[in-house]
């Protein structure tokens, strides 16, 4: 008999985040305003509604913006990211308040910490003294039974593009509470610099701590810290299951989706937190795209046969008992049912009445395959061409065309490299001068070193020839022929998938995913150093056996239930196509995956962080 994979109950994160968020809150007894940070506005929502904040002494709730805030309120608290623009408004409110002789009492929390800068500004503005300040360490917020994400989208850029490192304490701590939550976690598998340096920082904060006093048994098995950085491939490319393209298509924040009239079919807009709970949306989120209309018209007759039985009903026993147990549910489908139909139209609308969509996919199709190059770069090059008209692509989409060219081959000729930054600039602005140089710092945009064949010998220069065509060949193509990430054309059931390449219409597996699928099947990087020579930064594993009671011991114990629990945690994004790969990696090899992360990602997000040309 088959041992049922009992998954963690992540609600206790949202209950002590909850219970911190209280404590601070009360922390100024009297009647408070509360101005927050837009970034947080959603993060918040998942731990506390405005009920909660007013019960506990908020008086009224503000944006921060640069604007003065004149209220009559005797106190004020703010609820911000530790950035230099944030103090810099809150410092502009304050000394206007002292300006004009209103004099209040300020708190700010600091999410997740306060850093010395912060310091140092309120100081040089003067407002230093007037202000008490403290850390609200928001933890990993559960987004859905099995997301959890820290809600830090700038992560990507301010550690590997600028090499920020102070949000390395916020994400090693929040391990540290997993396991002392859920018990320690006894296989860890790592790849990236960031990586390393985390589970450094998490085993130093554990051994400040020291052991605990009774050890919990523990209900995670596997523990994968992956940089972003390790594959920037995934990300670029267009999603096509449900969830991903609700994503690319409308934005999903915090788990929550904002639908306009065109998909609710009324005047107004909906806010819809997409999650689990939501029955029909956790049957098509990891379905592909093609198959999700089908699904939802047959949903929809058997909804509407529901109605009709209840409208059948003679007897009032009958009636009573279909109203008490099918009417609410069958409303719940309903309306489920009309929001993602309207939702899929759109997306569908959008995709034919784009000329540019399926060639666009099918495109990168063919830079994933390493087919077509010239076509794919001339087709490029007329994208960026195309300034005016219906067609017109915005700058990050064909930002992200540029950098998957580059990638898959491992950097672009000279010519191109020039004329593709070139025909950018001249029809989107120099102002994209900053972007471009982002994007050569991370790699993603590269040039491949050139030869002066006047200095060489013919031997000299066969040799280089054959270097060049060899360069071009590495990495990204090596990775896919050792690793399989590239399926046979026609091989991929998109219907009912056995093949995590669907999530992207069985054109490419996601680098990270196989990655997991092969380290889970080896125990470990072992047999895999031709893999780990090809990716960027380390790749490290550590195993403590584990005795019944949770207590490291030396000998291996039989499989337990949490064998079976494999926690994935992304540094610098996660797409919903990774996660939808690892969820038919799971429910093919019996495993229950969770996917932790510093923030949600897809192409039009990592790019647009990088796209100084927005400022």
Not at 27 to 53: C, F, T, Y
Not at 195 to 224: C, Y
């Amino acid at each position: 008999m088959a041992t049922t994979i009992k998954s963690p109950d992540f609600s206790v994160l949202k209950q002590l985040s909850k219970e911190h968020l209280v404590h601070l809150l009360e922390s100024i007894p009297e009647m408070k305003d509360l101005v927050i940070d837009p970034e947080l506005m959603r993060p918040l929502d998942r731990i506390a509604g405005a009920q909660l904040l007013k019960r506990h002494g908020v008086d009224k709730i503000f944006k921060l913006e640069s604007n003065k805030l004149e209220v009559s309120g005797d106190s004020r608290m703010y609820l911000v990211r530790p950035s230099v623009d944030n103090i810099r408004n809150i410092s502009n409110q304050i000394k206007s308040d002292k300006e004009n002789f209103r004099k209040k009492k300020y708190k700010i929390l600091f999410v997740p910490r306060k850093l010395y800068v912060c310091e140092m500004l309120l100081e040089q503005e003067g407002v230093y003294g007037d202000v008490e300040m403290e850390d609200f360490r928001l933890d990993l917020i559960a987004l859905d039974r099995d997301i959890l994400s820290l809600e830090l989208p700038s992560f990507f850029r301010d550690y590997f593009l600028h090499g920020e490192q102070s949000l390395l304490h916020t994400i090693a701590t929040s391990i540290v509470n997993l396991q002392s939550l859920f018990g320690t976690i006894p296989h860890v598998y790592g790849l990236g610099r960031c990586a390393k340096m985390v589970w450094d920082l998490v085993k130093t904060l554990q051994s400040l701590q020291g052991e605990p006093r009774a050890p919990i048994r523990n209900e995670i098995g596997h523990i994968f810290l992956i940089d972003r950085e390790a594959d920037l491939v995934t990300p670029l490319c267009t999603q096509t299951t449900y969830e991903g393209l609700l994503d690319e298509t409308f934005g999903i924040k915090s788990g929550y989706c904002e639908f306009g009239p065109e998909v609710t079919g009324s005047e107004r807009s909906l806010r819809l937190l997409l999650n689990c709970d939501d029955q029909i949306f956790d049957d098509i989120r990891g379905r592909h795209i093609s198959h999700v209309f089908a699904y939802l018209s047959a949903q929809a007759k058997m909804v509407q046969s529901g109605y009709q039985k209840g409208r059948g009903l003679n007897n009032i026993g009958d009636v009573k008992t279909f109203v008490q147990t099918e009417l609410k549910d069958l409303k719940q489908q309903y309306k489920s049912l009309t929001i993602h139909i309207g939702a899929c139209e759109r997306i569908l609308d959008l995709k034919n009445k784009q000329v540019n969509f399926e060639e666009q996919l099918q495109t990168e199709h063919s830079l994933l395959e390493g087919i077509n190059m010239k076509e794919c770069t001339t087709y490029i090059e007329e994208q960026i061409d195309r300034q005016v008209g219906p067609l017109q692509v915005p700058p990050d989409k064909l930002l992200r065309l540029i950098c998957l060219l580059s990638l898959t081959q491992n950097g672009l000729s000279s010519r191109d490299y020039q004329t593709l930054q070139t025909h950018f600039l001249q029809s989107h602005g120099h102002k994209h001068l900053l972007t471009f140089s982002n994007l050569r710092k991370l790699g993603l945009y590269t040039e491949q070193p050139s030869v002066e064949v006047s200095k060489l010998t013919v031997t000299d220069v066969k040799t280089k020839i054959t270097d060049k065509a060899m360069m071009k060949k590495t990495t990204f193509r090596m990775l896919c022929k050792k690793l399989n990430l590239i399926p046979k054309s026609g091989d991929v059931n998109l219907r009912n998938p056995e093949d995590m390449s669907y999530v992207f219409s069985g054109a490419f597996t996601p680098l990270t995913c196989k990655l997991v699928e092969q380290v889970l099947a080896k125990g470990g990087w072992a047999g895999l150093d031709d893999i780990t020579k090809l990716l960027p930064g380390p790749a490290f594993a550590e195993h403590k056996a584990q005795s019944v009671k949770g207590r490291t011991s030396n000998s291996h114990q039989p499989d337990t239930p949490s064998e079976k629990v494999v926690l994935v945690y992304f540094l610098g994004g996660c797409t919903y196509a990774e996660m939808a790969a690892l969820r038919l990696l799971g429910k093919i090899k019996g495993y229950h995956f969770i996917f932790a992360m510093t923030a949600i990602t897809n192409g039009a997000e990592l790019v647009g962080s990088l796209n100084d040309g927005k400022k």
